[in-house]
């Protein structure tokens, strides 16, 4: 349980690695945020302050004519509308004699404009002082305080779009990322799912496809070697185990499934109701097998029985299947059986097929034939009562030859 439980928590290479990519690039672009955000600040504050000292040297020029004539209306009237545009928060005029000549100062509410004189004196523009000039002389000069709330509104308004784009590249690091670490984590998914599949179902005929990292393509052709070794070894295994049950459960006389699969499989038929409703077991003898090993040897008894095989093979084509049960004894199981009047039938097509004399390859041809005793296994509860009526009637027909023979 603790096991299963640790392996529960275990994260996995794919969110390890996303772990890792998201928290470099979290605080990579957190210092990049960083780094602009100061960047900016400072540059819109010289752009500023160029930008007042600008305006300064405009409105000199502007008042020029006020203050030659000592029109305070106008000069007033003049900072008023360029005042009222935001172009500055205060502006004081002063004559020759530094005397203030005319003023304005921008009425906002004090709430909001605290907390930008707060910051003012680090973050926004200083004042700036211009001469007044007419025909060479100073006569007078302008002084202009900017206005902080206008330039903390784009101060604001570009740190929000600075943090948007930032954002905005941190997704998409993060997704480009992810995409590229995708050959990395497909790749180790692949050798993990062949390797499990390997392991758990005994897959050997799967392999890890071509990777497109070299490292990992080297990695999965030797793991797709050694995987090959092993299916060479796994099909050597199950080759010499095929032999083993083949020579297990065939006669290596005749080819055919012997005693031993003739009782797997009638004891798999008997416990098949549907197989066990329209089956039939053949029990045969061979007749005068001993007279044929005494005239001839039993080099030619076996070639009988080989004959003998192959003819039973011939008769059983693909509904039927035979055994040999040892010595001249064979069986056969009969599918697709309706009724015994079918059996019957068949057991006189069965012996149709030994009415050729056997060919002994010796120049001589001797005659051979069987009997046959049958028994429908519906007819049976157990294996047992099936065979003793198959043989019993086998022997019946035996013996109803020989007084045949002796008559």
């Known amino acids: ?40 600040v400072i540059s819109l504050k010289q752009y500023a302050q160029k930008n007042l000292e600008l305006t300064g040297a405009t409105l000199s020029h502007t008042i020029e004519a006020a203050l030659v004539f000592r029109d305070e209306t106008a000069a007033t009237d003049t900072l008023a509308t360029l005042g009222k545009q935001g172009q500055f928060a205060r502006a004081d005029v002063f004559d020759k004699n530094s005397r203030l000549f005319a003023r304005w100062i921008y009425e906002s509410e004090a709430s909001s404009e605290r907390f930008n004189l707060m910051v003012s004196h680090w973050l926004f523009p200083r004042a700036t ?26 101060i604001w308004t570009s740190l929000a779009v600075l943090t948007t784009c930032i954002l905005l590249a941190t997704a998409a690091a993060m997704a480009i990322s992810r995409h590229l670490h995708a050959d990395v984590v497909s790749a180790l998914q692949n050798i993990a799912d062949v390797a499990h599949d390997v392991r758990t179902n005994r897959n050997f005929s799967r392999r890890v496809p071509d990777e497109r990292i070299e490292e990992f393509h080297h990695f999965a052709q030797d793991f797709n070697s050694l995987l090959d070794e092993m299916a060479q070894w796994q099909d050597s295994l199950q080759a010499k185990n095929d032999l083993l049950l083949q020579t297990a459960m065939h006669d290596p006389l005749t080819g055919l499934p012997n005693r031993a699969a003739f009782r797997t499989h009638i004891n798999a038929l008997m416990a098949d ?41 011939e008769f059983s084509g693909k509904q039927h299947r035979a055994f040999r049960l040892g010595g001249d004894e064979f069986a056969i199981l009969l599918g697709n059986i309706r009724d015994e009047q079918q059996v019957q039938r068949l057991c006189g097509e069965l012996a149709q097929h030994f009415i050729p004399e056997i060919n002994m390859r010796n120049g001589h041809a001797t005659p051979f034939s069987l009997s046959i005793g049958y028994a429908l296994t519906c007819e049976h509860e157990s294996v047992e009562t099936l065979l003793e009526q198959a043989d019993k009637k086998m022997y019946l027909m035996k013996n109803q030859r020989a007084k045949t023979l002796t008559s």
């Open 273 to 313: 109701p549907i197989a066990k409703s329209g089956s039939a077991l053949l029990f045969m003898d061979g007749d005068d097998f001993k007279y044929i090993n005494d005239t001839w040897g039993h080099a030619a008894g076996d070639y009988v029985l080989i004959e003998t095989a192959l003819r039973l093979v």
């Open 129 to 154: 002082t211009q001469p007044v000039i007419h025909n060479g002389e100073v006569i007078g000069q302008i002084r202009l305080t900017a206005r902080d709330s206008l330039i903390s509104h784009f």
């Open 1 to 40: 349980m603790n096991k299963d439980r640790q392996t529960a928590q275990r994260p996995t290479f794919k969110r390890t690695l996303r772990r890792i990519n998201m928290t470099s690039i979290v605080i990579t672009m957190t210092l990049v945020w960083l780094m602009l955000c100061v960047v900016s």
